[in-house]
Structure formats: structure tokens, C-alpha cells
């Protein structure tokens, strides 16, 4: 994967853009199963135990909107460094914390980091990538996030071999002080510079509110789809380990179900990016949303561990297809000036969905059943697909990207890179 047909090159990219994500996406994948057992052994109940978890979502969502201005008038660069920073401190408290409000600290830290990091990663990919394969670019960064994700749980279990729990956050910290060094690396665009010069003057009107008044017709059509999305790729996390205790499955076949499915996730990120340059967007949003939603929708079908594994490889194949298409359709929507408050806003709606989705599950589940609550988390997936049949572009041929727009213009452009987001007309702000 160094160059394509048409001449560019991922190489480049390769150190410097996607190895901080793989080693951060490994960090991840290593504390996150032990954190609730960290809890525990300092005296937390299940239940506070569990929150751990979530509360690293809930630094996310509160930092979504800061992280854009962070990264709007550093750089991505830096902020990619800062993140990393942050991170690292967040692990260091998971390995010396000895008291539940020490772990709970670390874990919003942690999510503020993941924010950041996020966000400056796709800032920068959508600037540095010629439009033409901007899904595939966006696609390989979700796809080796989750490869470091897969690959974290069997380092930090070596690790642990010596160092007991300790050692998962020893991996942590290293892989995220590493992701940082490479994140160190990254070379600045050459429009950043003359961009941050000009922040106080041209783009000091480009705030998060007038960019939630500008575009908020995306926001209320395709941004309500990524919220939808984001809603059944987090119950599918949840999903499939109550499933299986429902069927009365060990934790150890539990686990490997869920490993299975991960690894079909892994293996069509690159295809997925491919077919949505060169066919158009919507080749794949929908189809992955069907295919999550009736795979999911089809798990109270199953009765034992073989018929739960094959159903959740599909699921897990639904979800791999579309591995950055929330990223690419940010990129696609997100205007030149004040692209970063737009990202902010987008993963604020993705942040959204990851926290009400898992909602949704428990409170369907705790009125009538599990199998119900699935039932209903799947119905979310065909509501995805209905908003991205909607609002997702049909054109087959790749956005151009915005600065040649304006070399031919000599005006930059008023709306996103891409058009049309609904039907043939491109979405442009409201005029104030």
C-alpha cells in the first residue's frame, strides 16, 4: 500500500501518520480490559468498576469542541504531541493508583487524549491527502487504530505475565510516549504556518457557533446518520459478550467469539476506502449499516457458540467495511476556513452515539428483555441506513479537492469539498 494507480503515495504517511495511531490504538487495547479490574482491587463495586470505562467516553465527548480550537491554533502536529503528553500521564496514574478517584481521573484524562489525538489525525489526513483517495487514507487510519486495538490485549498479557496488572499499563504508557515521538515527526503542511498567522484576523469569525449555524443542515441530515452509526457499532461491543452469557458460554469462548469477529473487522478496511473513491460514498454507509443491522438483529436467532460466531463474523464484516467512513464524510462536509471547529462538531455527534447507543441496549433490556434491547439496537442500524441513502452523495466520481478549487477560481470555496450531500445540489452555509 505505498502508491496507487494514480501516482500517490502512502509511504510517506506511513511513519509519521499512521504508526502513532497503530501505537496508540495498541496502548488502548491494553489497558481497557484491565481498568475495571484495577477498580476492583482497590475496593470499587461492579458497578463503579464498569463506569471506568465509560468515563473515558465522557472525556471524549466534553473535549470534542476544545480539541478543535486546540488543534486549530497549534497544529496538528502539536496537538498530536500534546495528546500524547496527556496520555501518558493518564496511563501513569492507572499503574500508581491505589485509590478509585486516582483510576476515575486517569480514565477522563485518558479520553480527553483520545479526542485530541483523534481529531489532529483527521485534520491532518484530510489536508495532506489529495481528495481523489481520501476514504482510503481515512479508511487505513481506522483500520490500524483497530488493528493496535487487537493486537494491545495479547501484549498487555505478556506484560502482565510478569508485572500482573501493572504491566498492561506499562505497555500503555510506552506505546503512547512512543506514538508521541513518532507524532513528533509529522511534517507540517506548508499551509499551516501562514493559517496560523492569519487566525486573529480572517478566521477569528469562524467560531463553533456560527459553524453549528452555518451548517447545520449537515448536522440535522448527515451528521444525525454518523450519530446513528456510532450508536450500533457501541452496542456491538456490548452486545455479543451478554449475548454469549446468555447462552450460558464460558468467558473464554465469550472471548473468542468476540476475537473472531474483531479479526474479520481487521482484514476489509483497505477494500472498503477503495470502493468508496472510486464508486462514491454510499456504495458503502449503506451496506454496512444493513449488514450490521440484520446480522445484529439475527443474534437472538442463535442458540450455541458456533451459530453466535458465524452471525457476529458478519457483524464484524459490517463494521469493517465501513472502517472510516465517519471520518470521510466529516472530511468530505468539513469547509477549508474553520475545518477544525467543523471536526470538533462532527465527533461531538459521533461521541453522542457511542454513549446513547449502549443506553439504549440497558434501558430496553431492563423493561422487557435482552433479546429485545438487541432487536431494537439493530433497528438503529437500519435507521443509519436510511439517513445515509438519504443524504450520503451518489456521485461516483471523487471530491476535488478545495485548494485546487481555488487556484482556478482564485476564490476559495464557501461550503465543504465535497458535492452534492443531498440529492445533486451542494450544501453551502446559511449567508448571515
Not at 458465524?310 to 471520518?327: E, K, P, R, S
Not at 433479546?371 to 438519504?390: E, K
Request: with cysteine.
Amino acid at each position: 500500500m505505498t502508491s496507487t494507480d494514480d501516482g500517490f503515495g502512502f509511504g510517506a504517511l506511513a511513519i509519521p501518520a499512521y504508526g502513532p495511531s497503530l501505537l496508540f490504538g495498541l496502548g488502548e487495547g491494553a489497558m481497557l480490559p484491565v481498568l475495571p479490574l484495577s477498580a476492583r482491587d482497590v475496593g470499587a463495586s461492579v458497578a463503579i468498576a464498569a463506569t471506568m470505562v465509560m468515563l473515558i467516553n465522557v472525556g471524549s465527548l466534553i473535549f470534542n469542541v476544545p480539541s478543535s480550537i486546540i488543534t486549530d491554533r497549534y497544529g496538528e502536529r502539536h496537538a498530536i504531541i500534546g495528546a500524547s503528553v496527556v496520555g501518558v500521564l493518564a496511563s501513569l496514574l492507572f499503574l500508581v493508583g491505589h485509590e478509585v478517584w486516582i483510576y476515575a481521573t486517569g480514565a477522563v484524562l485518558y479520553g480527553i487524549s483520545a479526542s485530541v489525538f483523534m481529531l489532529a489525525r483527521q485534520s491532518y489526513l484530510t489536508e495532506a491527502v489529495p481528495a481523489t483517495h481520501r476514504a482510503r487514507a481515512l479508511s487505513t487510519l481506522g483500520g490500524v487504530m483497530r488493528i493496535g486495538v487487537f493486537v494491545g490485549p495479547f501484549i498487555g498479557a505478556a506484560a502482565m505475565s510478569l508485572w500482573h496488572l501493572a504491566g498492561a499499563y506499562v505497555v500503555s504508557t510506552a506505546a503512547l510516549a512512543l506514538a508521541g515521538v513518532l507524532g513528533a515527526t509529522l511534517k507540517e503542511l506548508p499551509h499551516e504556518a501562514d493559517s496560523r498567522r492569519k487566525a486573529a484576523g480572517e478566521l477569528a469569525d469562524v467560531t463553533v457557533r456560527s459553524t453549528l449555524h452555518d451548517y447545520r443542515r449537515v448536522f440535522l441530515t448527515v451528521g444525525m446518520g454518523v450519530l446513528l452509526v456510532s450508536a450500533i457499532r457501541a452496542t456491538r461491543q456490548a452486545v455479543i459478550p451478554l449475548w454469549a452469557e446468555h447462552l450460558s458460554l464460558s468467558p473464554t469462548t465469550a472471548s473468542l467469539i468476540y476475537g473472531i469477529s474483531g479479526g474479520i473487522d481487521m482484514l476489509v478496511f483497505y477494500p472498503a476506502g477503495k470502493v468508496m473513491d472510486v464508486y462514491g460514498r454510499r456504495w458503502v454507509t449503506v451496506p454496512s449499516m444493513l449488514v450490521m443491522a440484520v446480522s445484529m438483529m439475527a443474534i437472538p436467532l442463535t442458540h450455541g457458540a458456533v451459530t453466535l460466531c458465524l452471525v457476529t463474523c458478519v457483524l464484524g464484516f459490517g463494521n469493517g467495511i465501513g472502517a472510516g467512513m465517519v471520518m470521510t464524510l466529516g472530511a468530505d462536509f468539513s469547509p477549508e476556513r474553520g475545518r477544525a471547529p467543523f471536526l470538533g462538531i462532527w465527533r461531538e455527534l459521533s461521541d453522542a452515539g457511542s454513549t446513547i447507543g449502549p443506553g439504549v441496549l440497558a434501558g430496553v433490556t431492563a423493561v422487557l428483555s435482552l433479546g429485545a434491547g438487541v432487536i431494537v439496537s439493530g433497528a438503529t442500524g437500519l435507521g443509519a441506513a436510511a439517513v445515509m441513502w438519504r443524504s450520503v452523495p451518489t456521485r461516483a466520481k471523487a471530491p476535488e479537492r478545495s485548494d485546487d478549487l481555488t487556484e482556478r477560481s482564485g476564490t476559495p470555496p464557501t461550503g465543504g469539498d465535497v458535492t452534492p450531500p443531498l440529492e445533486e445540489e451542494p450544501l453551502r452555509p446559511v449567508k448571515r
